[in-house]
């Protein structure tokens, strides 16, 4: 399984655009993106998945290089309430009951 | 609606007791999962099952033990042998129809061990 790299804690301010990059130099060909946003005392919930280039939702982009070894989550205009861990995943999606390794995450803390 | 629900939200145990955290899903997804949170960390795999009467340890098995018996349904025992149990309890499912990376998750059980 691919191992994922992200900054432990981040900082921002309401209505900033936040970045957060995540490293996976051994990511396999098979292997999706997929970011979680977790809340104090719930469980994680989905974001985004990609596999190459960009992908964008109602909630955020996910920007991914040609050689695949890093992405960007991107989230626009943070408000407090985006205040949580952000985990970055790397996995096959097609394969069923593969595991997927929850890191450390980055913890976000958006400032009025 | 569809969901996935844990119970019960808090647990209390007396050292040497083993005990029954449930999760059930209505999702119809074939694979469901444990995880362990520990305050300020991330989740750490305990089992997984990708189809009914079958699972699989995950990184940390070791006190801990599962059912697969419906598809709905995929219980965590603790048990006396583990050492630490005090944590955060996670509950997760996927299946076809959205990727097996999508996990949904339950509200989660906390368990403390006095």
């Known amino acids: 399984l691919a191992k994922t790299t992200q900054p432990i804690s981040m900082d921002s301010y309401e209505g900033q655009e936040v970045n957060i990059t995540c490293s996976h130099n051994?990511?396999?060909?098979?292997?999706?993106i997929t970011w979680y946003q977790q809340f104090p005392s719930q469980g994680p919930r989905f974001i985004i998945q990609?596999?190459?280039t960009k992908v964008t939702n109602e909630v955020a982009s996910l920007f991914i290089p040609a050689d695949r070894k890093s992405s960007t989550l991107s989230l626009p205009r943070v408000s407090l309430s985006d205040t949580a861990v952000y985990y970055c995943?790397?996995?096959?999606?097609?394969?069923?009951?593969?595991?997927?390794?929850f890191g450390q995450g980055t913890e976000l803390s958006v400032k009025p | 609606d569809g969901g996935i629900t844990q119970s019960p939200k808090y647990l209390f145990r007396k050292e040497g007791q083993n005990v029954t955290l449930s999760c059930e899903q209505n999702?119809?997804?074939?694979?469901m999962y444990w995880y362990r949170q520990d305050p300020g960390q991330g989740l750490r795999l305990i089992y997984y099952?990708?189809?009914?009467?079958?699972?699989q340890k995950g990184d940390i098995a070791e006190g801990y033990s599962v059912s697969r018996e419906k598809k709905e349904s995929f219980p965590l025992t603790v048990t006396s042998a583990q050492k630490n149990p005090t944590a955060f309890y996670l509950c997760?499912?996927?299946?076809?129809?959205?990727?097996?990376?999508?996990?949904?998750f339950g509200p989660g059980t906390r368990l403390t061990v006095l």
């Open positions: 997760a499912s996927s299946g076809r129809g959205s990727s097996y990376n999508e996990q949904f």
């Open positions: 051994n990511i396999a060909t098979n292997d999706y």
């Open positions: 990609g596999y190459k």
């Open positions: 995943l790397v996995g096959d999606m097609h394969n069923q009951g593969g595991k997927l390794i």
């Open positions: 999702l119809n997804h074939d694979a």
């Open positions: 099952s990708q189809i009914v009467n079958d699972f």
